[in-house]
């Protein structure tokens, strides 16, 4: 900074002479919550007042929300604020937790997002810039076992490097400025992404219902969304084919994975990816003893039972798995019955656009957060069953063609990653001065 004298914050590290550290209660007027009216009560909701939900906290700008409250809720509820345009908002708990976002329009917000309003010292989009370079901070403050939160006093007392509100200003427009070019970089990888995903699945549904041969004759095979199979393959429920489906045992977890001489009760992410994770474990207290019974083996089809629409359904091949590792209530363990359905074939049509169709139509359950699957759906599931040393064939085309969309998805999370360290490290050393903006 060309002479510029500093000095050491315990975070923050070094800013110029003439900033000043503020904590967060000092630089804002007003700062509060919202909360959730009670969603069976229909006059609440549907309103004209933008609401906003943790979800919606994205780093952007809201100036529209996907659900709306009505004038009675603000009126019945004295938590239901309405803050001001130009307020910042930070995530206190949940999946987006130490996100932030600012209004564009007055609007409500839930009990779990902490609203920053009427800025005495700030300029609100320099303070979300300072907030998202300070995210990492933030999250090791973060209390609770299963749900770690934030809560507004934590918030309250974080302090941020507070230079002059033109520097203020001058910073947050040069980093609009560049962000947008980093995050434009960022949308076209993830799009990349989304393109891989798809065309992954494309590629199994086609081989998985169509065989590797374009000349062989086909028919119909009288299942709508399973459409024409070639003439010599049949096409049968799955009960045909397994011995047994059984689902597992979830007690009370300690929130931590076990170690590997530890027992440990498998989560339901753990068939989330193509591939089976074995990592996705809460230990088992030593205080209680395990069901054996359950523990997962080489060889079994682990299907979630309860996910989200997107999830609910999803199926993987326990390849090598290490002892002490147990089925949680939430996984359908199958036990494969003869020598006519190849488990990496089966497992690879459930992933299908056409094997996933009859789990997201006939899933049942109040949200699509939370969607459940019965033992008589998955049973019932209508496969094409191609010979088996054919099944073998489809197997290792799919096989020899993912690995190939695999590298290219792993390389561009890789890129996705490189990017936005590069942001925060922008933004951090442009909100503590290392970078000179001209206010």
Not at 45 to 61: A, M, Q, Y
Not at 87 to 99: E, F, K, P, S
Not at 308 to 321: H, K, N, P, R, W
Not at 366 to 392: C, Y
């Amino acid at each position: 900074m060309n002479g510029t004298q500093f000095y050491s914050a315990d975070y923050w590290g070094e800013i110029p002479q003439d900033w000043q550290f503020i904590p967060i209660k000092y630089g804002f007027n007003l700062i509060g919550s919202g909360t959730t009216p009670p969603t069976g009560q229909e006059e609440y909701f549907g309103g004209s007042i933008p609401w906003v939900t943790t979800s919606e906290l994205r780093e952007n700008c809201i100036t529209s929300t996907t659900q709306t409250v009505s004038e009675l809720a603000v009126a019945e509820f004295s938590a239901l604020k309405i803050f001001p345009k130009n307020t910042v908002l930070i995530a206190m708990y949940g999946a987006t937790i130490g996100r932030v976002a600012i209004l564009g329009v007055p609007a409500c917000v839930n009990q779990a997002i902490c609203a920053l309003a009427e800025p005495i010292c700030f300029e609100p989009q320099y303070v979300s810039y300072a907030l998202q370079a300070s995210r990492d901070y933030l999250l090791s403050l973060a209390s609770g076992g299963g749900q770690p939160n934030l809560n507004a006093e934590k918030i309250k007392s974080h302090y941020i490097p507070c230079p002059s509100l033109s520097e203020q200003q001058a910073i947050a427009n040069y980093l609009d400025h560049e962000t947008v070019k980093i995050d434009k970089l960022i949308s076209a990888k993830e799009r990349l992404l989304d393109l891989l995903t798809e065309k992954r699945q494309s590629l199994i549904t086609n081989v998985i219902t169509c065989g590797l041969n374009p000349d062989v004759p086909m028919r119909d095979s009288g299942i709508e969304w399973i459409g024409n199979i070639p003439q010599h393959w049949e096409v049968e429920h799955l009960k045909y084919h397994i011995a047994k489906i059984e689902q597992g045992w979830s007690p009370q977890c300690d929130n931590f994975p076990a170690d590997e001489d530890e027992w440990g009760v498998l989560k339901v992410g753990a068939v989330n990816a193509w591939e089976f994770n074995p990592d996705e474990n809460k230990r088992l207290p030593t205080d209680l003893k395990p069901l054996t019974e359950y523990e997962i083996k080489p060889g079994d089809i682990l299907i979630s039972r309860a996910n989200t629409t997107e999830l609910v359904g999803s199926a993987a091949l326990v390849d090598q798995v290490r002892s002490k590792l147990i089925l949680c209530d939430k996984l359908y363990r199958l036990k494969m019955y003869g020598n006519r359905l190849y488990p990496e074939y089966l497992v690879f049509y459930l992933r299908s656009i056409a094997g996933r169709f009859e789990f997201e139509r006939d899933a049942t359950g109040a949200s699509n957060s939370m969607q459940n699957i019965s033992q008589e759906i998955v049973t019932n599931l209508w496969i094409p069953i191609p010979p088996i040393d054919e099944q073998n064939q489809i197997v290792d085309h799919i096989k020899a063609n993912v690995l190939k969309l695999d590298n290219l998805t792993v390389a561009a999370k890789r890129t996705i990653e490189l990017l936005q360290e590069r942001r925060t490290a922008l933004i951090t050393a442009a909100v503590t001065g290392q970078i000179k903006v001209t206010a």
